[in-house]
């Protein structure tokens, strides 16, 4: 049971790049997100899926896209992206979204120069 | 925005101390969530709270919460120099989406 697992890990980019995140989760969840941390800040909520065949905007989408693949599959996709966009980024998810109980992957450390 | 705020910001104490951490929050919510993230790592829940509780304990956890003042406090009894990391607050309101703080970076040193 790995709980969620995002890729890659670490990634550079020059501006303009696009790249997606990838993000798997093995509990059977309905819930899915995707946060972004900077430094001093909490995490800020990107998009989420509250169950599969749907996405919503969160806190900050601007500049991101998403696509829940299926039930596990939870992907960020940065078309053209920004030094703005420098990040560590955490894939998440819960049974329901209703303010359950969130399990977060290790995240994925983004830096766009 | 944030909205959760938790105070200290930092917070450096030796092993075996108490640790108390609080939280503040903006608008009416359903519960309260407190998460630990060590550095490098992703968060971690340590414990939940419902918006009709005021106490509640996880061994050497204790959270409050009183919705009077919207604020929550978190103490670590007998910290250990393992519980060094940073704790967030989470809460759930009436749009069913978890909004974490700021967090407080806890330090504990031998």
């Known amino acids: 049971n790995a709980g969620v697992t995002q890729t890659p890990k670490f990634q550079v980019l020059k501006t303009g790049q696009s790249m997606t995140l990838q993000c798997a989760q093995d509990m059977n969840h309905n819930s899915m997100y995707w946060y972004r941390q900077d430094p001093g800040m909490g995490l800020r909520l990107i998009y989420y899926s509250a169950s599969e065949g749907t996405t919503d905007k969160g806190e900050v989408p601007n500049g991101y896209n998403v696509s829940r693949l299926n039930k596990r599959e939870f992907s960020l996709r940065l078309e053209s992206a920004a030094p703005s966009q420098t990040s560590v980024y955490f894939c998440?998810?819960?049974?329901?979204?209703?303010?359950?109980?969130?399990?977060f992957g290790e995240g994925s450390w983004l830096t766009v120069v | 925005s944030q909205q959760g705020e938790e105070d200290p910001q930092a917070l450096s104490i030796q092993e075996g101390e108490n640790a108390t951490m609080n939280c503040s929050y903006k608008?009416?919510?359903?519960?309260l969530q407190w998460y630990r993230q060590n550095s490098g790592r992703g968060l971690v829940h340590l414990i939940l709270i419902r918006s009709n509780e005021r106490e509640k304990h996880s061994g050497r956890l204790r959270v409050t919460l009183d919705t009077s003042k919207k604020s929550s406090s978190l103490l670590i009894t007998a910290s250990r120099a393992a519980d060094t990391a940073s704790y967030f607050c989470a809460t759930t309101g009436t749009a069913s989406k978890l909004t974490f703080g700021t967090g407080t970076r806890l330090q504990v040193t031998l």
């Open positions: 998440a998810s819960s049974e329901q979204s209703s303010g359950n109980t969130i399990y």
């Open positions: 608008t009416s919510i359903n519960n």
